[in-house]
C-alpha cells in the first residue's frame, strides 16, 4: 500500500481556481492507478478524475474541460487543477491510488483503490 496525503482545499467563490495536491510515500513501485474523488454531504463518493501509469485519463462529464488530472512520474504525486469553479463542486475531495497496476479501465470506482487520503475540503461559494 502507499500512503497519500492531500492539501490544497479551501473557499472560493463561483468561477475561481483551485489546485488540489497529493503526496504519495511508502512504495517503491513504479505502476500506480491513481484518482481524485469527491463526496457532499448526504451523496455517495464520485470519481471525478484519474490516471493511468501510461498518463491516459479519465474525467466525470461534470468536471470535463475544466479540471485536469496529472501526476509526477518520479515522486507519484497527483495534481488536481480546478478552474471556472461551481459551487456544484462543494465536496471533500480525495485521492485515491492502487498499486502494481498499468492501465486503470474502471477508475471511477472506488472499490479499484486500496489506499486513501484523509480529505481537503473544497468550499465554492456563489
Known amino acids: 500500500q502507499v500512503q497519500l496525503m492531500e492539501s490544497g482545499g479551501g473557499s472560493v467563490q463561483a468561477g475561481g481556481s483551485l489546485r488540489l495536491s497529493c503526496a504519495a510515500s511508502g512504495s517503491t513501485d513504479s505502476a500506480y492507478c491513481m484518482a481524485w474523488f469527491r463526496q457532499a454531504p448526504g451523496r455517495g463518493r464520485e470519481g471525478v478524475a484519474g490516471?493511468?501509469?501510461?498518463?491516459?485519463?479519465g474525467y466525470a462529464d461534470s468536471v470535463k474541460g475544466r479540471f485536469t488530472i496529472s501526476k509526477d512520474k518520479v515522486t507519484n504525486n497527483l495534481y488536481l487543477e480546478m478552474n471556472r469553479l461551481e459551487p456544484g463542486d462543494t465536496a471533500m475531495y480525495y485521492c485515491?491510488?492502487?498499486?502494481?497496476?498499468?492501465?486503470?479501465?474502471?477508475?471511477?470506482?472506488?472499490?479499484?483503490?486500496?489506499?486513501w487520503g484523509q480529505g481537503t475540503q473544497v468550499t465554492v461559494s456563489s
Open positions: 485515491a491510488a492502487d498499486v502494481s497496476r498499468w492501465v486503470c479501465p474502471l477508475w471511477s470506482s472506488p472499490s479499484e483503490y486500496t489506499s
Open positions: 490516471i493511468s501509469s501510461y498518463g491516459s485519463t
